[in-house]
């Protein structure tokens, strides 16, 4: 069973450049989250979507944008990088918001320079 | 305040200890909690989910406390095997992280 996959698993950008982390999963989730994991503060939610078409805004999201036109898939989007986003992003999944666990991905180490 | 806060150790025992990790949350409505253990440099997987009552799964217990508005996690008999970093996890409208206790077991 794939899960939660990732794609890609590491990237180097340079300061405003632009980019996008994929995730997708097989498990027919509704509920799809895209976390930023950095040192000493714990994963912090920067978008999350309830369902296909729909995206919210979570914890940290400036800087960021997703889209989720199929429910399988849940785009991560870096218009203009910058080095405070250099971190480990993490995408997840799970049947409903929170009274059921998530499902992560493997992660995507993203550095800024 | 932080809305979940644990620990971060690290905490450093040998094999066959006993170890405990509490974690507080501040959201006093919060209604879902749950253990999950992250490696190095991998992905968090869920360890347990957190009851009312306390849960055991082998070697691993949870507990609840609403009142004082904490959880806890013992682990008896430690493995080389369990070292990890042990994050803890609060439901109020999102899912909300501890930043993790890490934990060590040696030979």
């Known amino acids: 069973n794939a899960g939660v996959t990732q794609t890609p698993k590491f990237r180097v950008l340079k300061t405003g450049q632009s980019m996008t982390l994929l995730c997708a999963q097989d498990?027919?989730?509704?509920?799809m989250y895209w976390y930023r994991q950095d040192p000493g503060m714990g994963l912090r939610l920067i978008h999350y979507?309830?369902?296909?078409?729909?995206?919210a805004k979570g914890e940290v999201p400036d800087g960021y944008n997703v889209s989720r036109l199929k429910k399988q898939n849940f785009l991560l989007g870096l218009e203009s990088a910058a080095p405070s986003q250099t971190s480990v992003y993490f995408c997840a999944s799970s049947w409903s918001n929170g009274r059921q666990p998530q499902h992560f991905g493997d992660g995507t180490r993203l550095s800024i320079l | 305040r932080k809305e979940v806060e644990q620990d971060p150790g690290p905490f450093n025992v040998p094999e066959g200890a006993t170890v405990a990790f509490n974690c507080t949350y501040s959201?006093?409505?919060?209604?879902?909690f749950f253990w999950y253990r992250q490696d190095c440099r991998k992905e968090p997987k869920l360890l347990m989910s957190?009851?009312?009552s306390g849960n055991e799964d082998g070697r691993f217990t949870a507990q609840l406390n609403r009142a004082s508005q904490y959880i806890s996690l013992l682990i008896r008999d430690s493995k080389l095997s369990d070292s990890a970093t042990y994050l803890c996890v609060v439901n109020e409208n999102d899912m909300r992280f501890g930043a993790g206790t890490r934990l060590t077991v040696k030979p």
């Open positions: 959201n006093s409505a919060s209604q879902s």
């Open positions: 498990m027919n989730h509704e509920y």
């Open positions: 979507s309830v369902g296909e078409g729909t995206t």
């Open positions: 957190v009851y009312s």
